[in-house]
Protein backbone atom coordinates (compact mmCIF):
# COMPACT_ATOMS: atom_id res chain seq x y z
CA UNK A 1 0.00 0.00 0.00
CA UNK A 2 1.30 3.34 -1.06
CA UNK A 3 0.78 7.22 0.59
CA UNK A 4 0.41 10.24 -1.88
CA UNK A 5 -0.11 13.99 -0.07
CA UNK A 6 -0.23 16.79 -1.83
CA UNK A 7 2.55 19.35 -0.77
CA UNK A 8 0.61 21.12 1.50
CA UNK A 9 1.58 18.40 3.93
CA UNK A 10 4.46 19.19 5.81
CA UNK A 11 7.26 16.90 5.54
CA UNK A 12 11.21 17.06 6.34
CA UNK A 13 13.07 15.04 5.03
CA UNK A 14 13.33 12.69 7.59
CA UNK A 15 9.34 12.65 7.56
CA UNK A 16 9.41 11.62 3.83
CA UNK A 17 11.66 8.83 4.85
CA UNK A 18 9.68 7.60 7.55
CA UNK A 19 6.23 7.69 5.90
CA UNK A 20 7.13 6.61 2.70
CA UNK A 21 5.18 9.28 1.12
CA UNK A 22 5.73 10.34 -1.86
CA UNK A 23 4.37 13.98 -2.89
CA UNK A 24 1.88 15.97 -5.47
CA UNK A 25 3.49 19.35 -5.35
CA UNK A 26 1.50 23.07 -5.53
CA UNK A 27 2.82 25.60 -7.44
CA UNK A 28 3.04 28.97 -5.83
CA UNK A 29 3.47 32.11 -8.23
CA UNK A 30 4.86 35.36 -6.73
CA UNK A 31 5.59 38.42 -9.34
CA UNK A 32 5.59 35.83 -12.25
CA UNK A 33 7.90 33.69 -10.42
CA UNK A 34 6.79 30.00 -10.01
CA UNK A 35 8.19 28.11 -7.07
CA UNK A 36 7.26 24.15 -7.57
CA UNK A 37 6.64 23.10 -3.83
CA UNK A 38 9.15 19.58 -4.91
CA UNK A 39 11.12 20.53 -1.08
CA UNK A 40 13.66 22.40 -3.27
CA UNK A 41 12.17 25.49 -2.52
CA UNK A 42 14.58 28.07 0.13
CA UNK A 43 11.62 29.38 2.63
CA UNK A 44 13.42 32.11 3.66
CA UNK A 45 14.02 34.23 -0.13
CA UNK A 46 11.02 32.88 -0.63
CA UNK A 47 9.08 34.31 1.83
CA UNK A 48 11.05 37.62 1.37
CA UNK A 49 9.71 37.81 -2.08
CA UNK A 50 6.43 37.49 -0.92
CA UNK A 51 7.44 40.42 1.64
CA UNK A 52 8.25 42.43 -0.94
CA UNK A 53 5.82 41.62 -3.41
CA UNK A 54 2.68 44.16 -3.69
CA UNK A 55 0.28 41.56 -5.11
CA UNK A 56 -0.50 38.45 -3.41
CA UNK A 57 0.85 35.47 -4.00
CA UNK A 58 -1.32 32.72 -6.18
CA UNK A 59 -0.93 28.97 -5.85
CA UNK A 60 -2.24 26.34 -8.65
CA UNK A 61 -2.72 22.51 -7.07
CA UNK A 62 -1.51 19.49 -8.87
CA UNK A 63 -3.26 18.35 -12.44
CA UNK A 64 -5.33 15.58 -12.14
CA UNK A 65 -2.89 13.78 -14.32
CA UNK A 66 0.04 14.41 -12.29
CA UNK A 67 -2.36 12.73 -9.30
CA UNK A 68 -3.48 9.95 -11.79
CA UNK A 69 0.59 9.14 -12.39
CA UNK A 70 1.41 9.16 -9.09
CA UNK A 71 -1.61 7.15 -8.34
CA UNK A 72 -0.47 4.63 -10.82
CA UNK A 73 3.41 4.62 -10.07
CA UNK A 74 3.33 2.76 -7.04
CA UNK A 75 2.34 -1.08 -6.77
CA UNK A 76 -0.49 -2.35 -4.77
CA UNK A 77 -3.53 0.06 -3.41
CA UNK A 78 -3.02 3.90 -2.53
CA UNK A 79 -3.85 6.33 -0.05
CA UNK A 80 -4.05 9.67 -0.83
CA UNK A 81 -4.10 12.42 1.81
CA UNK A 82 -5.09 15.86 0.24
CA UNK A 83 -5.53 19.76 2.26
CA UNK A 84 -9.17 20.27 3.41
CA UNK A 85 -11.73 21.27 -0.18
CA UNK A 86 -13.08 23.79 1.77
CA UNK A 87 -9.43 25.45 1.23
CA UNK A 88 -8.01 24.65 -2.44
CA UNK A 89 -9.33 22.10 -5.65
CA UNK A 90 -6.38 19.64 -4.39
CA UNK A 91 -9.12 17.13 -3.41
CA UNK A 92 -11.34 18.15 -6.44
CA UNK A 93 -8.00 17.33 -8.76
CA UNK A 94 -7.27 13.95 -6.82
CA UNK A 95 -10.61 12.74 -7.28
CA UNK A 96 -10.62 13.25 -11.14
CA UNK A 97 -6.93 11.46 -11.53
CA UNK A 98 -8.23 8.59 -9.34
CA UNK A 99 -10.82 8.30 -11.88
CA UNK A 100 -8.44 8.52 -14.51
CA UNK A 101 -6.06 5.99 -12.67
CA UNK A 102 -8.95 3.81 -12.30
CA UNK A 103 -9.71 3.57 -16.17
CA UNK A 104 -6.11 2.29 -16.84
CA UNK A 105 -5.79 -0.28 -14.07
CA UNK A 106 -9.91 -0.91 -12.52
CA UNK A 107 -8.36 -3.42 -10.14
CA UNK A 108 -5.98 -0.74 -8.16
CA UNK A 109 -8.15 0.69 -5.08
CA UNK A 110 -7.30 4.36 -3.90
CA UNK A 111 -9.30 6.23 -1.08
CA UNK A 112 -8.93 9.78 -1.12
CA UNK A 113 -8.66 11.62 2.45
CA UNK A 114 -10.22 14.93 2.76
CA UNK A 115 -7.91 16.28 5.89
CA UNK A 116 -10.36 18.54 6.24
CA UNK A 117 -7.16 20.55 7.52
CA UNK A 118 -4.15 21.64 6.67
CA UNK A 119 -0.49 21.31 6.79
CA UNK A 120 0.40 19.64 10.36
CA UNK A 121 -2.81 18.01 9.76
CA UNK A 122 -1.95 16.08 6.83
CA UNK A 123 1.33 15.57 8.29
CA UNK A 124 -0.40 14.17 11.16
CA UNK A 125 -2.49 11.53 8.90
CA UNK A 126 0.17 10.77 6.91
CA UNK A 127 2.25 9.39 9.79
CA UNK A 128 -1.11 7.41 10.87
CA UNK A 129 -1.13 5.69 7.62
CA UNK A 130 2.16 4.67 7.66
CA UNK A 131 1.77 2.97 11.29
CA UNK A 132 -1.38 1.23 10.18
CA UNK A 133 0.08 0.28 7.10
CA UNK A 134 2.87 -1.52 8.83
CA UNK A 135 0.70 -2.92 11.32
CA UNK A 136 -1.11 -5.32 8.59
CA UNK A 137 -4.17 -3.46 8.75
CA UNK A 138 -6.71 -4.19 5.83
CA UNK A 139 -7.68 -1.35 2.88
CA UNK A 140 -11.26 -1.28 4.40
CA UNK A 141 -9.76 -1.35 8.25
CA UNK A 142 -7.38 1.44 7.41
CA UNK A 143 -10.05 3.69 5.55
CA UNK A 144 -12.36 3.42 8.77
CA UNK A 145 -9.91 4.12 11.40
CA UNK A 146 -8.57 7.36 9.13
CA UNK A 147 -11.90 8.85 8.42
CA UNK A 148 -12.65 8.53 11.89
CA UNK A 149 -9.68 10.60 13.39
CA UNK A 150 -10.34 13.34 10.50
CA UNK A 151 -13.25 13.91 12.33
CA UNK A 152 -11.86 14.30 15.71
CA UNK A 153 -8.56 15.72 14.70
CA UNK A 154 -7.96 19.35 15.95
CA UNK A 155 -5.56 21.99 13.79
CA UNK A 156 -4.76 25.10 15.47
CA UNK A 157 -2.48 27.78 14.65
CA UNK A 158 -1.18 31.31 15.51
CA UNK A 159 0.13 33.78 12.71
CA UNK A 160 2.87 36.41 13.74
CA UNK A 161 1.68 38.71 10.93
CA UNK A 162 -1.75 38.80 8.94
CA UNK A 163 -0.12 40.55 5.96
CA UNK A 164 -0.10 37.75 3.72
CA UNK A 165 -3.77 36.50 4.26
CA UNK A 166 -4.68 39.95 4.04
CA UNK A 167 -3.50 40.30 0.74
CA UNK A 168 -4.96 36.75 -0.22
CA UNK A 169 -8.51 38.28 0.87
CA UNK A 170 -8.66 35.37 3.26
CA UNK A 171 -8.77 38.50 6.15
CA UNK A 172 -9.94 41.61 6.15
CA UNK A 173 -7.66 44.66 5.77
CA UNK A 174 -9.21 46.50 8.80
CA UNK A 175 -8.86 43.70 10.98
CA UNK A 176 -5.02 43.10 9.67
CA UNK A 177 -4.74 46.67 10.10
CA UNK A 178 -6.08 46.78 13.76
CA UNK A 179 -3.71 43.85 14.63
CA UNK A 180 -0.63 45.20 13.55
CA UNK A 181 -1.54 48.56 15.51
CA UNK A 182 -2.54 46.89 18.77
CA UNK A 183 -0.41 43.98 18.37
CA UNK A 184 -3.37 41.65 18.38
CA UNK A 185 -2.65 37.86 17.41
CA UNK A 186 -5.13 35.74 16.56
CA UNK A 187 -6.01 32.25 17.40
CA UNK A 188 -7.49 30.57 14.45
CA UNK A 189 -8.51 26.83 14.02
CA UNK A 190 -10.55 24.42 11.58
CA UNK A 191 -14.47 24.90 12.19
CA UNK A 192 -14.73 20.91 12.08
CA UNK A 193 -15.73 20.41 8.49
CA UNK A 194 -12.68 21.94 7.10
CA UNK A 195 -13.13 25.90 7.17
CA UNK A 196 -11.16 28.24 9.24
CA UNK A 197 -12.44 29.71 12.32
CA UNK A 198 -10.95 32.46 15.17
CA UNK A 199 -10.83 31.28 17.90
CA UNK A 200 -9.64 33.85 20.26
CA UNK A 201 -7.20 36.79 19.88
CA UNK A 202 -4.43 37.81 22.19
CA UNK A 203 -1.86 40.84 23.06
CA UNK A 204 1.32 39.55 21.67
CA UNK A 205 2.49 36.48 20.06
CA UNK A 206 3.16 34.91 23.14
CA UNK A 207 0.03 35.23 24.47
CA UNK A 208 -1.51 33.84 21.31
CA UNK A 209 0.72 30.95 21.92
CA UNK A 210 -0.10 30.35 25.14
CA UNK A 211 -4.06 30.29 24.75
CA UNK A 212 -3.34 28.11 21.65
CA UNK A 213 -1.61 25.90 23.87
CA UNK A 214 -3.93 26.33 27.42
CA UNK A 215 -6.76 25.00 24.38
CA UNK A 216 -4.86 22.18 23.24
CA UNK A 217 -4.61 21.13 27.10
CA UNK A 218 -8.90 21.44 27.61
CA UNK A 219 -8.86 19.24 24.17
CA UNK A 220 -7.19 16.58 25.61
CA UNK A 221 -8.07 16.60 29.14
CA UNK A 222 -8.66 12.91 30.91
CA UNK A 223 -7.03 11.48 28.49
CA UNK A 224 -4.18 8.95 29.60
CA UNK A 225 -0.74 10.66 30.09
CA UNK A 226 1.22 10.47 27.25
CA UNK A 227 -1.56 8.86 24.83
CA UNK A 228 -1.37 11.58 22.47
CA UNK A 229 0.71 12.42 19.00
CA UNK A 230 1.22 16.23 18.29
CA UNK A 231 2.18 17.43 15.08
CA UNK A 232 4.03 21.09 15.16
CA UNK A 233 5.00 23.06 12.07
CA UNK A 234 6.90 25.98 11.94
CA UNK A 235 7.95 28.53 9.31
CA UNK A 236 11.25 30.06 9.89
CA UNK A 237 10.81 29.98 13.79
CA UNK A 238 12.72 27.36 14.39
CA UNK A 239 13.59 28.92 18.01
CA UNK A 240 10.04 29.40 18.90
CA UNK A 241 8.63 26.34 17.94
CA UNK A 242 10.74 24.77 20.68
CA UNK A 243 9.14 26.87 22.99
CA UNK A 244 6.18 26.40 21.74
CA UNK A 245 6.69 22.30 22.94
CA UNK A 246 8.30 23.51 25.70
CA UNK A 247 4.75 25.25 26.90
CA UNK A 248 2.62 21.60 25.53
CA UNK A 249 4.90 19.66 28.25
CA UNK A 250 4.67 21.82 30.81
CA UNK A 251 0.31 22.26 30.20
CA UNK A 252 -0.94 19.22 28.51
CA UNK A 253 -0.14 15.91 30.30
CA UNK A 254 -1.44 13.89 27.30
CA UNK A 255 0.47 14.81 24.70
CA UNK A 256 3.34 12.14 24.65
CA UNK A 257 5.00 12.53 20.77
CA UNK A 258 5.33 15.95 19.31
CA UNK A 259 7.15 15.50 15.80
CA UNK A 260 8.22 19.15 14.46
CA UNK A 261 8.76 19.79 11.38
CA UNK A 262 9.32 23.27 9.12
CA UNK A 263 6.58 24.21 6.89
CA UNK A 264 6.40 23.48 3.02
CA UNK A 265 6.76 26.48 0.61
CA UNK A 266 2.31 25.92 -0.04
CA UNK A 267 1.99 26.13 4.46
CA UNK A 268 4.45 29.13 4.33
CA UNK A 269 2.49 31.11 1.84
CA UNK A 270 -0.43 30.99 4.70
CA UNK A 271 1.47 30.50 7.48
CA UNK A 272 4.28 32.91 6.78
CA UNK A 273 7.09 34.09 9.05
CA UNK A 274 7.10 33.16 12.42
CA UNK A 275 3.81 30.90 12.02
CA UNK A 276 2.84 27.97 14.34
CA UNK A 277 0.62 25.57 13.28
CA UNK A 278 -0.29 22.55 15.66
CA UNK A 279 -2.60 19.36 15.31
CA UNK A 280 -3.39 16.85 17.29
Known sequence: MNILVDSCCDLSPELRERTKASVAPLTITIDGTDYVDDGSVEIAPYLEAMRMSKSPA??????????????????????????????SGSHNAASIGREQALEQDAGKRIHIFD????????????????????????????????????????????????????KNGRVSKAIGLLANVLSIRLVMSDDGSGAIKQLSKARGIRGALSQMVDTCRRHTEGLAAGS??????????????QQVCQMIREKCPAIGEIVMTPTSALSSMYAYDGGIVIAY
Open 58 to 87: RSACPSPDLYAGKMLAGEGDCFVVTLSSKL
Open 115 to 166: SESASAGETYLALMLRELIDAGQSFEQIVSVVEEKIRSLHTLFVLDSLDNLV
Open 228 to 241: QRLVLSYCNCLERA
